[in-house]
């Protein structure tokens, strides 16, 4: 374990849940000290993917701290400085979006405005739908932003939805160790 403090954030691309559960093992195992925070929808809706009060039980069993649900538990990350860096995994197309365009309406686009004041790395693992369409601006606009680095992605369906992206949860730890270092993990596209 390290010294180093995680935010992890989370939206509601329910699909990928298994596999960011995975992925948040891993990042408490090699770090230890991971804060969970969840977009009031994620935090909220019970979907055929299963149901909000198991996965949060799980998330809190993971990282073995309640997980910030609002604004206001989210927000003292800024003035606090709580955390050496910030993940928003899985990231849907529309905190994408409000990122990118400084809305702050839920726990996670606050949490990440509140942790970029002091200047430290978001570390972005995409799941859209509409990355290559619709959100291919703001995706642009944050590849081109100081102190963002993304988890290197791929179309997960190429034929069957060929605007949509999804990030290799498998190098979210090497992109957090790049992005600690002002690095953006390479390659960044990648083929499945």
Known sequence: MSDIRVGFAICGSYCTYDRMLEALRAVKEKYGN????????????????????????EVEKICGKKVFASITEAEPAGPKALFDILIIAPCTGNTLAKIANG???TAVTMVCKAHLRNNRPVVI???????????????????????????????DDAAGKPNSLA?????????????L????????LLTK
């Not at 991971?34 to 039980?57: K, L």
């Open 167 to 179: 990030a290799d949860l498998g190098k979210l730890c090497d992109t957090v160790d790049a992005a």
């Open 34 to 57: 991971v804060q969970p925070i969840m977009s009031e929808n994620s935090y909220s809706t019970d979907t055929r993917f299963g149901d909000a009060e198991h996965f949060i039980g």
């Open 125 to 155: 693992a995409i799941s859209t739908n509409d990355a290559l369409s619709g959100n291919a601006q703001n995706l642009g606009a944050l590849l081109n932003r100081k102190h963002f680095y993304f988890v290197p992605f791929y179309q």
């Open 181 to 188: 270092k002002g690095v953006q993990l390479q390659p960044l």
């Open 103 to 105: 809305i702050t309406d």
